[in-house]
């Protein structure tokens, strides 16, 4: 059975730092492309970013590139993915998911309706 848990999440304030972590078992990243996704309350959900584990390709949005940094330590047996958030902001306030699929990491950025794998959420807070 695949279970994907999800940890890292929590309050911090405005310019601070989190790093989400989505560890799997019956599963390992090798091969799949591991995305994160986050939802604010009344938005849609949308992709974040991408990992091609294949190539070590990366897809950032705008919104947060430069200050988010995705990655799957081989060393980790590439059954852990990370996602590390600095420069927080109030904007970044969401449940953020990670996901996976045999994909690929577009240019266009993940779209939710493409992945079949999916961990449970974890709530971040930043406040001002």
């Known amino acids: 059975e695949v279970q994907f848990v999800e940890s890292g999440g929590g309050l911090v304030q405005a310019g601070g730092s989190l790093r989400l972590s989505c560890a799997v078992s019956?599963?390992?990243?090798?091969?799949?492309?591991i995305a994160w996704f986050r939802q604010a309350p009344g938005k849609e959900r949308e992709g974040v970013s991408c990992?091609?584990?294949?190539?070590?390709?990366?897809?950032?949005a705008d919104s947060v590139k430069g200050r988010f940094t995705i990655s799957s330590p081989s060393d980790g047996g590439k059954s852990t993915a990370y996602l590390q958030m600095n420069g927080l902001e109030p904007e970044d306030t969401a449940i953020y998911y990670c996901?996976?699929?045999?994909?690929?990491?577009?240019?266009?950025?993940?779209?939710?309706?493409?992945?079949?794998?999916w961990g449970q959420g974890t709530q971040v807070t930043v406040s001002s």
């Open positions: 990992l091609n584990s294949r190539d070590d390709s990366t897809y950032y």
């Open positions: 019956g599963f390992t990243f090798d091969d799949y492309v």
């Open positions: 996901a996976a699929d045999y994909l690929e990491c577009r240019a266009g950025g993940p779209k939710d309706y493409e992945y079949r794998f």
